[in-house]
């Protein structure tokens, strides 16, 4: 859907995202774009939660209970749960991941073995604020409740690799923005390994054959989490990782209190990720920290703003960030918000999250700028966001000078939360 015309007018838009999500809906969940992705990604199914829940609530709640059905005992959400019928049509595929192999993954569908940012609190919080009827709301809450516990239990008690209370990834797929900038220096850190991977045109180096490399040793140590705590050779601490798990962890304490839970515990685990964040990723900006290399990574990035979905972040920092955003960001691109800061030697507009804008990070900070009263910023993501689509279609990102759309057509997240704004 790259036609200029015909976007300009809200209920076409709107009509033209449903026909997206309509599309890319299999009957029990939606894939991010038909053809290229053809399985359920985590973050792009609570996205796409978030901009169903004022629309189609029912199939909102469908599309987070089918991710729900590929969770690990160890309370692991994986961040692919495969469609059988095309499961090695997407490489790596379930052959490379052998979750069947593994006492702790599912019995009835199979999934990769890595996880994503834990956005899935947050989508269960939109669907229970905006439910038609609140009885079928709460029962929703109850029934994902479990598996929202199991999951930041497992973030806190698997993944806290340096100790001090942040949730380590140990993937660069984990993150969300698969090929940033700030995965370089800790993947140059492994060994150059040839698997022929199949590169797309936007994919120039190795690193791609080190992201197989890196799962392959994660499956081959049977998915162990002391593994990774004493061997696995890739470990960052991710600020936007750990903001999201922070605003799930305050979305856990609202909905503990609508079902009569203590929200005490989740509140205290939002301060603890805080005090953490400002700790040891904050130097002047948050950057992404190496627990291999024990140093951060300084490269600055969007990710780097993830911590701003915190309401409680001190509002001196708030100040920086905000400074930060609007000069090295927003200022230089017509089109914002850029993966990666523009003047950066690592900026590149073409490759994907090393340069080109995308509507679920612009939403994000969209939801931090709400969450800080900011409204001049928060009206103009939201303009800017709607430009884009407006202009290029529901594209996986863009190109943040032309505003030319990049990567898949008819994108999930891009739909779906091109609905929210719309709704706001």
Avoid at 65 to 80: C, D, E, K, N, R
Wanted: hydrophobic share 45%; aromatic share 12%.
């Amino acid at each position: 859907m790259d036609v200029r015309s015909g976007l300009d007018d809200d209920a076409t838009l709107e009509r033209a995202a449903l026909d997206v999500l309509d599309a890319n809906w299999t009957g029990s969940a939606t894939v991010p774009a038909v053809g290229r992705y053809p399985h359920q990604w985590s973050w792009d199914s609570a996205f796409v939660a978030i901009g169903l829940a004022r629309r189609r609530w029912s199939r909102a709640c469908a599309e987070l209970l089918s991710l729900f059905a590929g969770q690990w005992s160890t309370g692991m959400l994986p961040h692919i749960v495969f469609d059988r019928a095309t499961g090695e049509s997407y490489y790596p595929g379930p052959s490379l991941w052998r979750s069947a192999a593994c006492a702790a993954a599912p019995r009835r569908v199979v999934t990769s073995g890595l996880t994503q940012p834990p956005m899935q609190a947050c989508a269960v919080w939109w669907i229970w604020r905006y439910a038609p009827d609140r009885d079928e709301a709460l029962g929703f809450v109850r029934r994902a409740w479990p598996s929202l516990i199991a999951q930041h239990h497992y973030l806190a008690s698997a993944r806290d690799l340096g100790g001090a209370g942040l949730a380590a990834i140990i993937h660069p797929w984990e993150s969300g923005l698969d090929d940033s900038p700030a995965w370089d220096a800790p993947l140059a850190a492994l060994p150059l390994v040839r698997y022929a991977y199949a590169l797309e045109a936007w994919q120039t180096d190795s690193n791609h054959d080190r992201y197989v490399w890196l799962a392959m040793r994660y499956r081959d140590a049977g998915y162990d989490p002391g593994y990774l705590r004493d061997e696995h050779p890739f470990a960052v601490e991710d600020p936007l990782f750990n903001g999201i798990w922070l605003s799930s962890c305050m979305a856990l304490a609202e909905l503990a209190g609508a079902i009569g839970a203590d929200p005490a515990p989740f509140e205290e685990a939002a301060d603890r990720i805080r005090a953490a964040l400002l700790g040891r990723l904050w130097n002047g900006a948050f950057y992404a920290r190496d627990l291999r290399a024990g140093s951060l990574i300084p490269v600055c990035t969007v990710g780097g703003f993830g911590p701003l979905l915190d309401p409680g972040m001190p509002g001196q920092v708030v100040d920086v960030l905000v400074q930060l955003l609007e000069s090295r960001f927003l200022g230089p691109s017509g089109y914002p918000v850029p993966s990666c800061e523009v003047r950066a030697l690592e900026f590149d507009r073409s490759t994907y999250w090393r340069g080109p804008s995308w509507v679920n990070t612009n939403w994000l900070l969209w939801q931090a700028a709400e969450v800080h009263g900011l409204d001049a910023l928060r009206s103009l993501l939201a303009a800017s966001t709607l430009r884009l689509v407006r202009q290029a279609g529901f594209r996986e990102c863009f190109d943040p000078f032309d505003g030319m759309g990049r990567g898949c057509r008819d994108f999930s997240w891009s739909a779906a939360l091109t609905l929210d704004l719309l709704a706001r």
